[in-house]
């Protein structure tokens, strides 16, 4: 299957800096990608649409302000957490799909930890 | 927007016996419903998905059965087995350019005992 890859696995910053996180379709081009957020124990929850060459789409509640998105590509999609703060710790997976009714692939995850 | 209800939170079997987790959806325009399992700190991984279209599809020991007029579906495995343990998603999404934003249910949390 397509291979989507997510970068860095693991994160940890200082309160009010700002991380980057990416998200790349390897093998495949990703004009569509899924940003999601997941807390310990809790399930996936949709945060944005990224749309490239095009502002991404915001799901109700998330800022868009504080996740900056950027689909510059069709291969690589970056969320931006600006000004991190605890709260913002948590398993951000993107996903995209090849285009059709086919399937949604999934990145390894970044695991973020705000101190 | 759509809502995914998913049952039940835990469900622990013994090997080899069978495993049913149960999910309902609130947008009757949903048409694909994938399952995920996935293990601690993992990505979701597909293991079925089913469309509007299908009543019921299965995959050796795993089956997963869509009842569009009561917006329900479940996911049934059978002959489990230790590995099998893991945390389980159902997902309900509508295609078009929507396709691939998946609303996920709660999760359930199976534990196969040997």
């Known amino acids: 299957g397509a291979v989507v890859s997510q970068h860095p696995s693991w994160v940890i910053c200082k309160s009010g800096t700002s991380v980057k996180i990416e998200c790349r379709s390897l093998?495949?081009?990703?004009?569509?990608m899924f940003w999601y957020r997941q807390f310990p124990k809790q399930s996936l929850m949709l945060m944005a649409t990224?749309?490239?060459?095009?502002?991404?789409?915001?799901e109700q509640g998330v800022e868009k302000d504080k996740f900056l998105i950027n689909h510059a590509s069709l291969t690589l999609s970056t969320l931006t957490v600006t000004s991190a703060h605890p709260e913002d710790s948590s398993f951000y997976i993107c996903?995209?799909?090849?285009?059709?009714?086919?399937?949604?692939?999934f990145g390894e995850g970044s695991r973020l930890t705000v101190l | 927007g759509e809502n995914v209800e998913q049952h039940p939170s835990t469900l622990s079997v013994q090997e080899g016996d069978s495993a049913v987790i149960k999910c309902t959806y609130s947008?009757?325009?949903?048409?694909?419903f994938p399952w995920y399992k996935q293990e601690l700190g993992k990505r979701p991984q597909l293991i079925i998905d089913?469309?509007?279209?299908?009543g019921e599809k299965k995959d050796q020991r795993i089956a997963v059965t869509l009842n569009k007029t009561a917006k329900h579906f479940s996911l049934h495995i059978t002959e489990t087995q230790p590995e099998d343990s893991a945390v389980y998603f159902c997902?309900?999404?509508?295609?078009?350019?929507?396709?691939?934003?998946?609303?996920f249910g709660q999760g359930t949390i199976l534990t196969v005992h040997p």
């Open positions: 996903s995209a799909r090849t285009g059709g009714p086919g399937e949604l692939f």
């Open positions: 093998d495949f081009q990703a004009t569509t």
């Open positions: 990224s749309n490239e060459g095009s502002k991404a789409t915001y």
């Open positions: 947008d009757s325009a949903s048409n694909y």
């Open positions: 089913i469309r509007s279209n299908v």
């Open positions: 997902a309900a999404s509508f295609g078009g350019t929507s396709y691939g934003k998946l609303t």
